[in-house]
């Protein structure tokens, strides 16, 4: 995961601040080299983190957490505020334009993942409501216009492209046409890529721009690059003149620098972050949700996001009307474990939760191959058997092993579990009520959450 070393240093370091009753200038200054250290081991541009110690410094070495009365506390919030304002302060939104369609440009080193960001970005904007078009510009790289054609129909995303046509200037002109005259309100244009940055790549982008006159000319810049990355953004952005960057990857095995350091580099925002491979992992960068989550506060806001996403509403009372009735069946719990799934990944939605110890997050493990294997079982039984009609006998949990590809002992370990959680979903339905029979609502909890 991303900024898991960075944050895990950072937390050590606040830490031993903490077991302090009281912080002297010698404690802010140990504390201070090991955030400078922590950030450097990140691939944090040197001059950035230069000046962000510096400005750390100078706000806590004042009163205010000299006198506090919780001065670890203090630091820990100067720190965050910091880092907030090091990746841009607050979300920057997609400029529109006022008269359709906006036309994004998206530009990159080849590999950066450009094709399926754009795909991606098309989705998001599909959802918003937007018409997007996307456009086949990468005219180089062998099978290109292909694969924007098939993650395109994916999410069912109209694709402008010219088979063996070879001039991407003329094809991003006849694209923009296309957009007109099928009133899509949003032109995406992918664009070609190099191994490195070269003149012929930058006129190319030059003359696209010169042409169709972009709203937005976004970078897609893999974070996992580290250093290079901002090297790259400080480039592209000197020579083509950027809006702001996509910054790919952030879910792998990355030390985070490049989040922490493009935006001071470029003085662009960063847009949007890619944060898996599924074509609908692309969110929106909010650098206060980063920090928080770099200094272990978890996530709650793009959680409880994903789950409003994700997660039916209307299914969500027709559960509660079982629950209060105490009829939660195989069925349900299918449903509700398919709705968890396309939250994402356990471990990241648990990762989200404020308060939960990274250490402690390293050894639980969820095992997603266990989760298909449950729905291979539970799909393997009859309509009857899963609405709790028909008894599972000693016959019918064999028929049910072999249709999953399982054992006679997964099946009864999961009819055990199940069994468990019904005896817990028939105490939990009658909180589900509150004082003379008014509903609270399954997802009440949440209320407090949301915006």
Not at 52 to 58: I, L, P
Not at 395 to 408: C, D, F, L, Q, V
Not at 409 to 435: C, D, P, W, Y
């Amino acid at each position: 995961m991303a900024f898991e070393s960075l944050s895990d240093k950072l937390q050590n370091t606040f830490k031993k601040l903490r077991g302090k009753g009281k912080v002297g200038e010698k404690d802010l200054k140990d504390a201070m080299r090991e955030v400078k250290l922590a950030l450097l081991e990140a691939d944090v541009n040197f001059k950035v983190v230069k000046d962000f110690v510096k400005q750390v410094s100078e706000r806590a070495s004042g009163s205010e957490v000299i006198e506090s009365l919780t001065p670890a506390q203090q630091v820990i919030k100067i720190v965050n505020e910091e880092l907030i304002s090091l990746m841009g302060g607050e979300a920057s939104k997609l400029e529109i334009s006022s008269k359709p369609p906006t036309v994004i440009m998206m530009a990159g080193l080849q590999g950066a993942g450009k094709t399926t960001t754009a795909a991606k970005l098309g989705g998001l904007l599909k959802k918003q409501g937007k018409r997007p078009l996307l456009c086949a510009c990468d005219v180089y790289r062998p099978a290109a216009v292909k694969q924007l054609q098939v993650v395109g129909g994916k999410l069912e995303l109209p694709v402008y492209a010219e088979e063996g046509n070879t001039d991407a200037v003329g094809i991003a002109k006849a694209g923009l046409k296309h957009a007109l005259a099928h009133s899509n309100d949003v032109l995406i244009i992918d664009t070609a890529g190099r191994l490195h940055i070269d003149e012929k790549l930058m006129n190319e982008l030059k003359e696209i721009s010169a042409e169709v006159h972009p709203t937005e000319i976004l970078l897609v810049v893999d974070a996992m690059t580290g250093q290079d990355a901002v090297n790259v953004a400080e480039a592209f952005n000197n020579e083509l003149e950027i809006t702001g960057v996509v910054l790919t990857k952030l879910d792998g095995d990355t030390r985070g620098g490049a989040a922490l350091s493009v935006r001071a580099v470029t003085q662009k925002p960063i847009k949007y972050c890619g944060m898996g491979e599924k074509l609908t992992d692309l969110e929106v960068f909010h650098p206060d949700r980063m920090a928080s989550r770099i200094l272990g506060m978890g996530d709650m806001l793009s959680l409880i996001e994903k789950a409003e996403e994700a997660l039916d509403m209307k299914k969500a009372e027709e559960l509660e009307k079982k629950l209060r009735t105490q009829r939660f069946t195989f069925t349900d719990f299918l449903d509700q474990m398919g709705q968890m799934r396309n939250m994402g990944s356990m471990q990241d939605i648990i990762g989200m939760l404020p308060g939960v110890n990274r250490d402690t997050l390293k050894n639980v493990n969820i095992d997603e191959k266990r989760l298909s294997h449950i729905e291979a079982i539970i799909t393997s039984m009859t309509p009857r058997e899963r609405e709790l009609t028909d008894k599972l006998t000693p016959s019918r949990k064999e028929r049910i092993a072999k249709g999953s590809g399982t054992s006679m002992t997964e099946v009864n370990a999961l009819i055990k579990q199940f069994e468990q959680m019904q005896k817990m979903m028939k105490q939990l339905s009658g909180g589900l009520m509150g004082r003379k029979g008014k509903r609270r609502g399954f997802f009440g909890g949440l209320g407090g959450f949301r915006r």
